[in-house]
């Protein structure tokens, strides 16, 4: 099992990857088209740009990722999809802000876009990504996908207040939970989806 910390936080595990790799395929399967090109909000250990990469209507994945030392690892194969991220052609990855990519004047469109940065809408590891969870940051996002894209966000919690500002944004959202039984602390963990386009 690999686990990443900062500063003595919990970032990431390979523990239960389910609703990472959720966050793909559900987005997959809401939008019917070919050819996908997709934006993914965060490397982490790779598991949510591999299941992407699992289905042959995808195109392109671009993976922005915030920390350079996690680009690092995925050169080093020191993240365990290292190997099968880095093989496939279709698959791309730099160090930036996504937060601050779709904050700006869109350079492409994408047909997905995926995140999974943050802890949860309510629950941020800084305040570069604040924009984004407003109703403004929002419609600026939207931006950045082409004619019927899906807009997708990881969270270890639910959000209220982020699903309002989904739905004055969007015209079609959808929660999803993913639960799973954690066998190291002995309990249920529901991590939630949020989709919209």
Same mark, same amino acid.
């Given at each position: 099992?690999?686990?990443?910390?900062?500063?003595? *936080?919990?970032?990431?595990?390979? &523990?239960?990857?389910?609703?990472?790799? *959720?966050? @793909?395929?559900? @987005?997959?399967?809401?939008?019917?088209?070919?050819?996908?090109?997709?934006?993914?909000?965060?490397?982490?250990? #790779? &598991?949510?740009?591999?299941?992407?990469?699992?289905?042959?209507?995808?195109?392109?994945?671009?993976?922005?990722?915030?920390?350079?030392?996690?680009?690092?690892?995925?050169?080093?194969?020191?993240?365990?999809?290292?190997?099968?991220?880095? @093989?496939?052609?279709?698959?791309?990855?730099? *160090?930036?802000?996504?937060?601050?990519?779709?904050?700006? /004047?869109?350079?492409?469109?994408?047909?997905?876009?995926?995140?999974?940065?943050?802890?949860?809408?309510?629950?941020?590891?800084?305040?570069?990504?604040?924009?984004? &969870?407003?109703?403004?940051?929002?419609?600026?996002?939207?931006?950045?996908?082409?004619? #019927? #894209?899906?807009? #997708?966000?990881?969270? &270890?919690?639910?959000?209220?207040?982020?699903? /309002?500002?989904?739905?004055?944004?969007? /015209?079609?959202?959808?929660?999803?939970?993913?639960?799973?039984?954690?066998?190291?602390?002995?309990?249920?963990?529901?991590?939630?989806?949020?989709?919209?386009?």
């Amino acid at each position: 099992m690999t686990e990443v910390t900062l500063n003595h *936080a919990f970032l990431m595990s390979s &523990y239960n990857t389910a609703s990472e790799r *959720a966050l @793909a395929h559900i @987005a997959l399967d809401m939008h019917t088209g070919t050819e996908l090109r997709v934006l993914v909000g965060g490397l982490g250990l #790779g &598991y949510t740009a591999h299941a992407v990469l699992a289905s042959s209507r995808v195109a392109a994945v671009e993976v922005v990722e915030f920390l350079p030392q996690v680009v690092d690892w995925l050169e080093r194969d020191l993240v365990p999809l290292s190997p099968m991220l880095k @093989a496939d052609e279709r698959f791309s990855t730099v *160090a930036g802000d996504i937060y601050s990519i779709l904050a700006a /004047q869109p350079r492409e469109k994408f047909d997905l876009i995926l995140i999974d940065v943050d802890h949860a809408p309510d629950d941020r590891l800084s305040r570069t990504s604040d924009f984004f &969870y407003t109703r403004e940051g929002l419609r600026q996002a939207r931006l950045h996908l082409a004619r #019927g #894209g899906i807009l #997708g966000v990881w969270s &270890y919690a639910e959000s209220s207040p982020f699903a /309002q500002a989904l739905q004055d944004v969007f /015209q079609d959202v959808r929660i999803e939970p993913v639960t799973f039984f954690n066998d190291l602390i002995e309990e249920e963990t529901v991590d939630w989806l949020f989709f919209a386009r």
